[in-house]
């Protein structure tokens, strides 16, 4: 980046929102922006709102640098592909998505997935920084990660390294997954999942619950099934944690995500079922709270875009 006031747009695709912000070579943000981003009406009405928006920007800012975008889906971040993409976005699938809001904004543009860039926003500003290598976890309506090494995303080769929601576990082995298939520890540990969990447990006399929050609340009634619920999904999700952690040897573990503030029964569960699985090495790796939230992913965008440019090591 050549001029001081040159900047970057940074843009966050999510399932229910878009957010985007202006970002300058020391990662000082405009003031954060979003609007509904209506997944359930198409791949192409989500590009369409997005090239808008771009061109808007554009106009408005003639010294933007270029664009980093942060987006659901997997993510080819050699060509900004949507490879694939669950049906809560129909259609975004093979969006050809950096070579089209290139060509409209007649600007550089580099694409990652948005959980990534998540966990490469919270590495290199966040609840990870400092840190060599940190294993990201964002638990809210589903679960997805990154590992983070030397403050670089590890991919894969299929472009699918983090999708840690479908790893096994016996608790979810007659659930279905968003994905389709079963025995996923998303399908009992994500909002969505811990909700479906309730529901296909409670008996006729419990209330029929709509999201996380609710079974919270139930549980902080003293709910007895709620709590049980919301204790044994945690503790999964603790020993997943570990069986991760026993795998790829990270330095810390960031949780992210709408169920992070579940409170202190969640935390403890959590804490609970890493310690019963986790292997003597990396029995005192810190499992702490992201810091960044909705700005991790404009931050990953921003990072992702200037080292794509060779602006930024």
């Not at 009405?45 to 003639?62: I, M, N």
């Not at 294993?135 to 589903?142: E, F, H, I, K, N």
């Not at 609710?214 to 603790?238: M, Y």
Request: net charge negative.
């Amino acid at each position: 980046m050549t001029g001081a006031k040159e900047e970057i747009l940074t843009v966050d695709i999510g399932g229910t929102k878009i957010a985007w912000a202006r970002a300058d070579r020391e990662f000082n943000f405009s003031s954060i922006q979003s609007m509904a981003t209506k997944a359930e009406e198409g791949g192409t009405h989500v590009a369409r709102l997005l090239a808008d928006l771009v061109r808007e920007e554009v106009s408005a800012h003639p010294r933007l640098r270029g664009i980093g975008i942060a987006s659901a889906g997997v993510v080819n971040p050699k060509t900004g592909q949507i490879v694939s993409a669950t049906e809560t976005m129909p259609g975004w699938a093979g969006t050809e998505l950096g070579a089209t809001i290139g060509e409209v904004a007649g600007l550089p543009v580099h694409v990652i997935n948005d959980v990534h860039a998540h966990g490469l926003g919270e590495a290199v500003f966040g609840a990870g920084r400092g840190h060599g290598s940190v294993l990201s976890v964002a638990v809210g309506t589903g679960i997805g990660g990154a590992l983070i090494r030397s403050g670089h995303i590890e991919f894969g080769e299929h472009f699918l390294a983090g999708h840690y929601g479908h790893i096994h576990h016996h608790l979810a082995n007659d659930l279905t997954c968003s994905c389709g298939r079963s025995g996923h520890i998303e399908a009992i540990a994500s909002g969505h999942g811990i909700t479906n969990w309730f529901n296909a447990r409670r008996a006729s006399n419990d209330p029929e619950i709509a999201n996380g929050k609710e079974l919270q609340d139930l549980a902080d009634s003293g709910h007895a099934l709620a709590k049980a619920v919301f204790a044994e999904s945690a503790f999964a999700l603790g020993e997943t944690i570990a069986t991760l952690a026993n795998s790829v040897d990270p330095a810390v573990i960031v949780l992210s995500g709408s169920m992070t503030r579940s409170g202190d029964r969640w935390w403890r569960a959590v804490h609970e079922g890493y310690a019963a699985r986790v292997m003597d090495p990396v029995a005192d790796v810190s499992i702490v709270a992201g810091e960044l939230e909705s700005k991790a992913p404009l931050y990953g965008g921003a990072v992702n875009f200037l080292r794509q440019e060779g602006q930024e090591s």
